[in-house]
């Protein structure tokens, strides 16, 4: 219990620093072009690998499992430019129906 | 004899936000489920919308924690997903007016989509920044809260398929990402590390390794 709580401290104080970044300590000076490209392929990496994990993650081995019609059949929806909602429906749906068959 | 454009205010801003209202509704309702099938419990999940206010790190740090990650790798997870709040910060940094403490505070209703918002007309304007970001908030924090409170309900997520769902979640928020050619490059070596450490290194590890490709950004 204790570890959720300094989970939320840290991360919270990290987030509040981040977001306070330009408009308190930087005001109108821009990162170093370097620093800037690193930063900005952090989010696109870091989602990268939640998605993996999320799909074929299992208790510390790789699991090929209904997750992963359901995450394709999204792929394909947010390929389509389908609203988040209906994507992540659509994997959820998808997942159920193939374990409630399978 | 031409018409000024009025200036945006703060009610235009959390107008702009409402077509987007069921985006962070029904994420925060899965947070709170999330969060709740994770055992982090219903006050400490509504405690983390209401201060870190940043979903996908919030889903990192749950995931990581749910699949028997440790604590460090958690928090690695969730700030390395949020450090490109730094630099989106950084392109709105002269909108904010006042003095360091108010721009403290109202730098932390940036997120993604207050600050898209913001720019929409071409130039980032604070009053959309914030009337969005306000909306978003309460939006974030009293969803968080009642999904805590329909966890119990709903019982084994991953049942309903929502271990999938959020899979599709996470890649919905990377597929803008990819356009850029660097970015679908940096992408495409974070998930080979991420597949090749799964099997072997603990729980979250996998995650926190897979930022070294963000490296690729030092390539001229």
């Known amino acids: 219990m204790t570890d959720v709580w300094i989970l939320i401290a840290v991360v919270g104080l990290a987030t509040v620093l981040f977001k306070a970044a330009g408009p308190v300590f930087l005001g109108t000076r ?21 998605v993996v994990t999320q799909t074929v993650g299992g208790d510390g081995e790789l699991s090929i499992d209904a997750r992963i019609p359901g995450v394709a059949l999204a792929a394909v929806a947010v390929w389509r430019r389908a609203p988040l909602v209906v994507a992540m429906a659509i994997a959820a749906v998808v997942t159920a129906l193939v374990r409630l068959v399978a | 004899m031409s018409v000024e454009p009025r200036s945006p205010r703060i009610r235009d801003g959390v107008r702009a936000a409402l077509p987007l209202a069921a985006g962070p509704l029904l994420f925060g309702l899965s947070f709170g489920v999330l969060a709740d099938a994770a055992g982090m419990g219903a006050v400490a999940a509504t405690v983390m919308s209401a201060t ?44 904010f007016p006042g003095g360091r403490a108010r721009r403290l505070v109202e730098s932390q209703l940036i997120v993604d989509e207050s600050w898209a918002l913001s720019g929409r007309s071409g130039r980032f304007e604070w009053p959309i920044l914030v009337g969005s970001g306000l909306l978003l908030y309460v939006l974030w924090v009293g969803s968080t809260a009642l999904g805590t409170v329909l966890g119990d309900a709903v019982g084994d997520p991953n049942g309903l398929g929502l271990d999938a769902a959020f899979a599709a979640l996470f890649l919905a928020l990377l597929a803008p990402y990819l356009r850029g050619r660097r970015a679908f490059q940096a992408a495409a070596l974070a998930a080979v590390i991420t597949l090749v450490l799964t099997p072997v290194a603990p729980a979250g590890v996998p995650i926190v390794a897979a930022a070294v490709a963000c490296l690729l950004g030092l390539k001229r």
């Not at chain 2, 995931?63 to 028997?68: I, R």
């Open chain 1, 30 to 50: 821009a990162l170093p072009p370097r620093i800037q490209s690193v930063v900005e392929l952090l989010a696109p990496v870091m989602l990268t690998a939640l």
């Open chain 2, 52 to 95: 870190t206010f940043a979903g996908s790190a919030q889903f990192g740090a749950v995931t990581v924690l749910d699949a028997g990650g440790t604590l460090i790798a958690a928090i690695m997870a969730a700030v390395f997903l949020n450090a490109r709040y730094a630099a989106i910060s950084v392109t709105v940094a002269s909108i």
